[in-house]
């Protein structure tokens, strides 16, 4: 005798299918629209540069960043581009693996943030009540502080390494998550659609779930992308300070803080650095902005 698939356990494949088609339509659509704008066109580019380069670090790198030498502040020339450092090691190698230092550091954070941070908006913004109150205040109570005052307050009161560097980053950045996500969902869960799954007995984790969060990330997204460009900033400032990324792993911070003593006599070691942090804020704030347009339906369009 023949079995008989159920008919909803046949349409799983199909379903799958047509959710991965429409997300790969998606993703073209907001590549196009970002394409079609200036800032968008060439926040992207400089954003997959510094990328690119990061990733590509072992691959593109000319000699050993951590190799010294005996030609200790060399111009730059066929055999360094860039020249070498006070102990005779490669900027550009230097350069390129400190991309892959500050990039780990900044994601790693605003990865973090907007996970504990998104779920503390969340939660306060669909429950309300008690426990919300405690969580915005909580939220209220870090926002007091500015940004880098409280990063550097954190790694200086648990010590200079990456994963504290990390930990102060992501909770300086938690409060500004919170607030995005919680006032998304207090207008969302106000649209009928969720008025429509909660009538037809949906627990309140699945209506979070499938009906609010995917309406409440783009913002987030977007948010996540101006953010990147911020803890990059912060994390090449508390290595600069010794309380980063921590000699001789390469760091745009700490290159910045070994040239000081040569900025007169030969100031290129300050302005490698200094050029790359430079194109990596800027790229990821013109990316954050064409991504903004690109995801909001009234911006769609306008170039």
Excluded: C
């Excluded at 659509?29 to 580019?45: M, V």
């Excluded at 990733?55 to 593109?60: F, I, R, S, T, V």
């Excluded at 007995?201 to 995917?214: K, N, Q, S, T």
């Amino acid at each position: 005798m023949a079995s008989s698939i159920p008919a909803s356990a046949a349409e799983e494949p199909v379903r799958a299918r047509s959710a991965g088609a429409a997300g790969a339509r998606e993703v073209r659509r907001l590549l196009a629209s970002l394409a079609r704008t200036q800032t968008g066109a060439i926040g992207l580019t400089l954003g997959a540069l510094v990328a690119m380069g990061a990733l590509l670090a072992p691959l593109l790198a000319p000699a050993d960043p951590l190799a010294m030498s005996p030609r200790r502040l060399g111009l730059p020339s066929a055999a360094a581009w860039l020249g070498t450092d006070q102990f005779g090691r490669d900027l550009l190698s230097r350069l390129l693996f400190g991309a892959r230092s500050s990039l780990i550091v900044s994601l790693s954070a605003v990865t973090l943030a907007a996970g504990v941070g998104g779920t503390v908006g969340l939660v306060a913004g669909y429950f309300e009540g008690r426990l919300a109150h405690l969580l915005m205040r909580a939220v209220d109570v870090l926002m007091a502080f500015p940004t880098l005052l409280l990063a550097l307050a954190v790694v200086a009161t648990l010590g200079a390494s990456v994963p504290n560097l990390i930990a102060a980053i992501t909770l300086a950045y938690i409060p500004i998550f919170s607030r995005i996500v919680r006032g998304s969902v207090l207008s969302t869960k106000q649209n009928d659609f969720v008025q429509a799954s909660r009538a037809l007995g949906a627990r309140d984790a699945r209506i979070m779930a499938r009906e609010i969060l995917p309406n409440v990330l783009a913002p987030v997204v977007v948010q996540a992308t101006f953010n990147l460009s911020t803890a990059i900033m912060i994390e090449a400032a508390l290595s600069f300070l010794g309380l980063g990324v921590q000699p001789p792993t390469p760091s745009w911070g700490t290159m910045l803080s070994e040239a000081r003593n040569f900025m007169e006599l030969d100031p290129w070691l300050a302005v490698a650095p200094g050029t790359a942090i430079t194109i990596a804020v800027l790229g990821f704030n013109l990316f954050g902005d064409g991504l903004r347009d690109a995801l909001d339906p009234r911006l769609r369009g306008i170039g």
